[in-house]
């Protein structure tokens, strides 16, 4: 099947087409008719499917052949959790809908918004935003949802993990009971489910992979390591001259900063990417990362949201997910629009039974790499009050933090020193 098989109209079509879309993907396939027929929508797909195009076209194609155009209000909503993403949404939107003359604007947090309000002013048919910055702008008076036809709740497993839930229900509680709602997301947990049950009427269902799977053409391993050696074992790794881009996962903010000094002190350039990062430094990093400036990016998992990387090689877990669903949307921004990726885990003993959990979820085992120079020795969990020994190989000439007292070093051959 080809996009114009669709019944799209010749503006889209041409605008994709510049895009070098040709053959829809199955969540496209499948969700654009339903989506143009008026129908509400629940859908669950990979992270890196296409999930945005395939509500984005048909809403644009509606929006298009509406004769109200010239009244310049909010028509259609999309709600996203993250600044990230929002901002990948409008850029979509605008490349497909750039025969349209139909105009798409963002709103975020984080940023002062006086020009978001000026953007209302004047009057916008499409806004993209996150729940809790467009929720302050309407109970200022500065944005009305009375004229939403299309609803979009998109990664709406995220806005659930983030308590996002309660501002989306405020949100939409502002919008006319009359629209079409679409209901996105990468993975279908219960909760997912249950919510659902509030937005949408009657909904098509489209399961395009089983719940949380994650994408075949992935190459996933899983190195076991003693959590003091993530940083000799992670240089090791970055050495591999195929490594093109990385993105590599932390837990925290603090963690992703803490990396990114120890990797510049081994003269490896990278940037972090997190909640507490300027708009500003977000953007530069992101951009230096996508046109190929720099190639390593640290990020969290939730700032990690909206980046789309087509060429992105390779996903690092520095420290694995405590949440198993997260681990899908990780490695899933890797091997995108069915291309191959690789994602590479670095799990010490007490993230063992996040493994687990991984593999529960994905009905999958990772493939794990037992010959390498920094195998795992502590075999028990440690105490908080008695820290992990520190292992690290004679070979190594890794720059670090300088260690406690209370911490010591050994050789590959255990002798203490």
Same mark, same amino acid.
């Given at each position: 099947?080809?996009?114009?098989?669709?019944?799209?109209?010749?503006?889209?079509?041409?605008?994709?087409?510049?895009?070098?879309?040709?053959?829809?993907?199955?969540?496209?396939?499948?969700?654009?008719?339903?989506?143009?027929?008026?129908?509400?929508?629940?859908?669950?797909?990979?992270?890196?499917?296409?999930?945005?195009?395939?509500?984005?076209?048909?809403?644009?194609?509606?929006?298009?052949?509406?004769?109200?155009?010239?009244?310049?209000?909010?028509?259609?909503?999309?709600?996203?959790?993250? @600044?990230?993403?929002?901002?990948?949404?409008?850029?979509?939107?605008?490349?497909?809908?750039?025969?349209?003359?139909?105009?798409?604007?963002?709103?975020?947090?984080?940023?002062?918004?006086?020009?978001?309000?000026?953007?209302?002013?004047?009057?916008?048919?499409?806004?993209?935003?996150?729940?809790?910055?467009?929720?302050?702008?309407?109970?200022?008076?500065?944005?009305?949802?009375?004229?939403?036809?299309? #609803?979009?709740?998109?990664?709406?497993?995220?806005?659930?993990?983030?308590?996002?839930?309660?501002?989306?229900?405020?949100?939409?509680?502002?919008?006319?009971?009359?629209?079409?709602?679409?209901?996105?997301?990468?993975?279908?947990?219960?909760?997912?489910?249950?919510?659902?049950?509030?937005? #949408? @009427?009657?909904?098509?269902?489209?399961?395009?992979?089983?719940?949380?799977?994650?994408?075949?053409?992935?190459? %996933?391993?899983?190195?076991?390591?003693?959590?003091?050696?993530?940083?000799?074992?992670? #240089?090791?790794?970055?050495?591999?001259?195929?490594?093109?881009?990385?993105?590599?996962?932390?837990?925290?903010?603090?963690?992703?900063?803490?990396?990114?000094?120890?990797?510049?002190?081994?003269?490896?350039?990278?940037?972090?990417?997190?909640?507490?990062?300027?708009?500003?430094?977000?953007?530069?990093?992101?951009?230096?990362?996508?046109?190929?400036?720099?190639?390593?990016?640290?990020?969290? *998992?939730?700032?990690?949201?909206?980046?789309?990387?087509?060429?992105?090689?390779?996903?690092?877990?520095?420290?694995?997910?405590?949440?198993?669903?997260?681990?899908?949307?990780?490695?899933? @921004?890797?091997? @995108?629009?069915?291309?191959?990726?690789?994602?590479?885990?670095?799990?010490?003993?007490?993230?063992?039974?996040?493994?687990?959990?991984?593999?529960?979820?994905?009905? %999958?085992?990772?493939?794990?790499?037992?010959?390498?120079?920094?195998?795992?020795?502590?075999?028990?969990?440690?105490? *908080?009050?008695?820290?992990?020994?520190?292992?690290?190989?004679?070979?190594?000439?890794?720059?670090?933090?300088?260690?406690?007292?209370?911490?010591?070093?050994?050789?590959?051959?255990?002798?203490?020193?």
């Amino acid at each position: 099947m080809k996009f114009k098989d669709l019944n799209i109209i010749e503006p889209i079509l041409k605008a994709i087409e510049v895009k070098g879309y040709v053959t829809p993907t199955p969540i496209q396939e499948q969700a654009i008719t339903p989506i143009l027929n008026g129908n509400d929508l629940l859908a669950c797909a990979q992270t890196g499917t296409g999930k945005t195009a395939a509500f984005a076209i048909p809403i644009l194609q509606k929006l298009y052949n509406d004769n109200k155009l010239s009244e310049k209000k909010i028509k259609a909503l999309i709600l996203t959790p993250t @600044r990230e993403l929002a901002l990948q949404i409008r850029d979509n939107f605008r490349e497909y809908g750039a025969n349209t003359n139909l105009k798409c604007s963002v709103i975020f947090g984080g940023v002062n918004q006086n020009s978001q309000i000026e953007v209302l002013k004047k009057g916008v048919d499409i806004l993209v935003a996150t729940p809790g910055r467009l929720l302050d702008l309407i109970n200022q008076k500065h944005a009305k949802l009375n004229d939403v036809d299309y #609803l979009v709740l998109d990664e709406a497993d995220k806005m659930l993990d983030m308590g996002f839930i309660h501002d989306v229900k405020r949100v939409v509680s502002h919008v006319k009971e009359k629209h079409q709602t679409l209901f996105f997301s990468a993975t279908m947990p219960e909760e997912i489910e249950k919510l659902s049950q509030y937005f #949408l @009427r009657k909904p098509k269902k489209i399961v395009v992979t089983p719940a949380s799977s994650t994408v075949e053409k992935i190459e %996933q391993t899983l190195y076991y390591v003693d959590k003091p050696n993530k940083i000799p074992l992670l #240089l090791e790794i970055l050495k591999d001259k195929s490594i093109e881009s990385v993105l590599i996962f932390t837990r925290t903010k603090h963690g992703a900063n803490k990396l990114v000094k120890v990797l510049e002190s081994n003269n490896i350039k990278s940037a972090a990417i997190h909640g507490n990062k300027s708009q500003g430094a977000r953007e530069l990093a992101l951009k230096s990362f996508k046109t190929g400036v720099l190639k390593i990016l640290v990020a969290t *998992d939730i700032a990690a949201r909206g980046i789309d990387v087509n060429n992105l090689s390779h996903v690092i877990n520095y420290e694995i997910p405590n949440i198993p669903e997260t681990y899908v949307h990780r490695i899933g @921004r890797t091997g @995108r629009a069915g291309k191959t990726g690789i994602a590479i885990s670095l799990s010490d003993f007490n993230e063992k039974p996040y493994v687990k959990s991984i593999e529960k979820l994905t009905h %999958q085992q990772l493939k794990i790499i037992h010959n390498h120079d920094y195998p795992m020795v502590i075999n028990s969990i440690t105490p *908080d009050k008695q820290p992990a020994k520190r292992f690290i190989s004679n070979k190594s000439t890794i720059k670090t933090e300088k260690p406690s007292k209370n911490k010591y070093y050994r050789n590959k051959k255990n002798k203490e020193y």
